[in-house]
């Protein structure tokens, strides 16, 4: 995320009964916190009423990899 020193992991959408739009952050150079989150969301929220780029209902989900992080980048391996 642009100004916050974040770094997208993984974008994925399920489709089940109602979706989940599932974003992973990370931040580069040092731990993601809780704030990091929550300040991303509403910011991704934000876009997201704006462009509707998924016509059905949904849920957001902003958060950290965690410890078991898909590896998606070289930069991931090698850490």
């Not at 979706?19 to 704030?35: A, P, R, V």
């Not at 989150?37 to 016509?55: E, M, N, R």
């Amino acid at each position: 995320m642009i100004g916050m020193g974040l770094e997208i992991v993984r974008i994925q959408y399920k489709k089940k009964d109602k979706g989940k739009l599932q974003i992973m952050l990370d931040k580069n150079g040092g731990e993601i916190e809780l704030s990091h989150c929550a300040k991303a969301s509403t910011q991704i929220s934000a876009l997201l009423d704006v462009t509707d780029p998924i016509s059905s209902e949904y849920d957001l989900e902003v958060s950290s990899p965690g410890i078991n992080r898909p590896l998606t980048k070289l930069e991931h391996f090698e850490k």
